[in-house]
């Protein structure tokens, strides 16, 4: 940090000019980037491109109308309603015109590896659905210093990112790693005494239910959780409840109480077939099957979890259709392995290690990518803070 002090005290002592971002960036319609045809495969090459969170949508074969970005000639694709954006250096295609597509003016004054980081310092959240690049986020203004020091502040950034970046590659490969051994601890290849037995056969399989959303009495000051499909993320134990419900809502609706140790599998559109964990009592919607041991000396609550993660390809096979939906008679006739209960605890007592690794927020890798999030996020609004030049 010593480097960028002595560039301020000498090139800019006073502060730095405030500048609306507008007169830095120019942008570009996507019209002539959008993908004609929306059946994406892995086996393509080509990316599709939102501006939104999920930002890879898929893979195109698509092979005209291609933005040409590279590390010489990166862009900022910004979502044109949410001001939600990414920093882009490889070829793309988009899905929609619903974002402008960003570039710097003149190199000779801005660095724009400097103009992403200070509009990730732009504290601003959309109320209205309207193009929001040229009526709103254009004007915002922020600081200009001179250029070595802009540099000098994204050479400082840029080694945040690069380690956030290698915790996370280790944290994917931790997942895999994860991934494969529970496959392999719950195949018990060649092992004849280990039988291989249907859901519904072993575990208590049902659904949940929604009140009524009209009904104030439903929802307004209950105490009972429930929970909506996305809380299944293929981690254990739901830690985030969805909403709460009253006690006129659960006896007046297909909603159900469901015990803590019970496993949750969602059953319709892009979560389907993950799972979660009860660590708590709860009620659930009617995406999601609940499965619970049906006697506890045969199959543990933990062993019946790691079970259900191995069955994700088949649920991902009737991914095929618009909005992917299964039943619970395909969930109860899926089939696991079911060793003697010793065995099926010894085996949850690695993979609990494995997942507390990749999963837990307060332990493992998670806790310390996200305390370098925030060390990056408070570096970043530090070094991007000047006072106006007079």
Not at 176 to 182: A, I, K, L, P, V
Request: proline residues 5%.
């Amino acid at each position: 940090m010593s480097k960028l002090q002595k560039l301020i005290d000498e090139l800019c002592p006073d502060g730095a000019k405030f500048v609306p971002l507008g007169s830095l960036i120019d942008y570009e319609q996507p019209s002539k980037y959008i993908v004609e045809n929306t059946k994406y495969s892995d086996e393509y090459k080509m990316p599709v491109l939102t501006a939104g969170q999920s930002f890879i949508l898929g893979y195109t074969d698509e092979v005209n109308g291609i933005y040409n970005a590279s590390d010489i000639n990166p862009v900022i694709i910004f979502d044109d309603f949410t001001t939600s954006f990414h920093w882009i250096k490889f070829d793309f295609k988009v899905k929609s015109s619903a974002l402008k597509i960003l570039t710097n003016k003149n190199h000779d004054i801005s660095n724009f590896r400097y103009l992403y980081y200070a509009m990730k310092c732009i504290r601003y959240l959309p109320t209205t659905h309207r193009r929001q690049w040229i009526e709103v986020y254009s004007n915002f203004e922020i600081p200009l210093p001179p250029l070595p020091i802009q540099e000098e502040i994204v050479r400082i950034l840029d080694t945040f990112t690069e380690l956030q970046a290698e915790l996370q590659a280790e944290l994917q490969a931790r997942k895999t790693q994860y991934e494969y051994y529970r496959n392999k601890l719950l195949s018990f290849d060649g092992r004849d005494d280990v039988k291989w037995v249907a859901l519904g056969e072993i575990a208590i399989v049902q659904s949940g239910g929604t009140p009524k959303k009209d009904k104030n009495e439903y929802w307004n000051g209950g105490t009972i959780k429930w929970l909506g499909s996305t809380v299944c993320k293929n981690k254990k134990n739901v830690s985030e409840v969805t909403s709460y419900i009253t006690d006129e809502g659960l006896k007046n609706s297909s909603a159900k109480i469901v015990p803590s140790q019970t496993t949750l599998i969602a059953l319709v559109g892009a979560t389907i077939g993950k799972t979660a964990f009860l660590p708590f009592e709860a009620t659930v919607n009617q995406n999601i099957a609940t499965l619970f041991p049906k006697n506890s000396n045969v199959l543990n609550p933990s062993y019946l979890f790691y079970g259900c993660g191995t069955l994700y390809e088949k649920f991902v096979s009737l991914s095929d259709s618009k909005l992917p939906m299964a039943n619970l008679s395909f969930v109860k006739n899926l089939k696991i392995s079911l060793p003697s209960i010793d065995e099926q605890k010894r085996i949850v007592s690695i993979l609990d290690r494995f997942d507390t690794l990749t999963t837990d927020l307060t332990s493992g890798l998670p806790a310390e990518i996200e305390a370098r999030r925030k060390q990056y996020e408070y570096y970043r609004d530090l070094l991007l803070t000047f006072k106006k030049a007079t």
